[in-house]
């Protein structure tokens, strides 16, 4: 079945430093999501892109739908505390099932 | 409010004996699903339903039934046949199967 490898698997970073992770398909998808949970709660949906190259900002959070349509992008900038926990991507190709990446841990030492 | 209401938050199984997870959605949605979260691990499909009386198999069905018998309604049943329950599971929902998903609170299912 299709894969989604989504990196890094976690980070460990200072308040206030920006972040970056990704993720990248062995297949083309047409929607990218991105997600985050926090410790015992359901994933919570952070951006939805639809479009290659597509750009799309939700406050300090800004991801990317690569123009490959392989892969997609999620940065944080300047992290504040609630920015932890575990972040997901998604991708569908057409009608198929929703892809889940493995997800990236992010915990940030005050 | 709307929204998608898991119960309970936390279940617990003996040996051989059978669990139903419950999931209402006022929504409105017409797809939903089931998904099984092990530590450290992404979400895997467990079975998804695009249309009220009608459901398909996920990635790892065995050992879990569904029903949908209402739009709202999407109940899993954790059979005695899965030997290795123990995990966090979701419920989600879309408006349709090719929308963004919505999930739930979550599950979590220990065996005694």
């Known amino acids: 079945g299709q894969q989604l490898n989504q990196s890094p698997q976690s980070m460990f970073i200072q308040e206030g430093e920006d972040v970056s992770m990704n993720c990248t398909s062995s297949?083309?998808?047409?929607?990218w999501l991105w997600y985050k949970q926090d410790p015992g709660e359901g994933p919570v949906l952070l951006i939805a892109?639809?479009?290659?190259?597509e750009l799309t900002s939700n406050g300090r959070l800004t991801a990317q739908f690569g123009i490959t349509r392989k892969d997609s992008f999620l940065n944080i900038s300047a992290s504040i505390p609630s920015d932890v926990g575990i972040y997901f991507c998604?991708?569908?190709?057409?009608?198929?099932?929703?892809?889940f990446g493995q997800g990236t841990r992010l915990t940030i030492n005050p | 409010d709307g929204g998608i209401t898991q119960s309970p938050k936390y279940l617990f199984r003996k040996e051989g004996q059978n669990v139903t997870l419950s999931c209402e959605q006022n929504?409105?949605?017409?797809?939903m699903y089931w998904y099984r979260q092990d530590p450290g691990q992404g979400l895997r499909l467990i079975y998804y339903s695009q249309i009220v009386n009608d459901f398909q198999k996920g990635d790892i069905a065995e050992g879990y039934s569904v029903s949908r018998e209402k739009k709202e309604s999407f109940p899993l049943t954790v059979t005695s046949a899965q030997k290795n329950p123990t995990a966090f599971y979701l419920c989600?929902?879309?408006?349709?199967?090719?929308?963004?998903?919505?999930f739930g609170s979550g599950t979590q299912l220990s065996v005694l």
């Open positions: 297949s083309i998808f047409n929607t």
């Open positions: 989600a929902s879309s408006i349709s199967a090719d929308e963004k998903l919505f």
């Open positions: 892109l639809y479009k290659a190259g």
């Open positions: 929504l409105n949605h017409d797809a």
């Open positions: 998604a991708g569908r190709r057409g009608a198929q099932k929703l892809v």
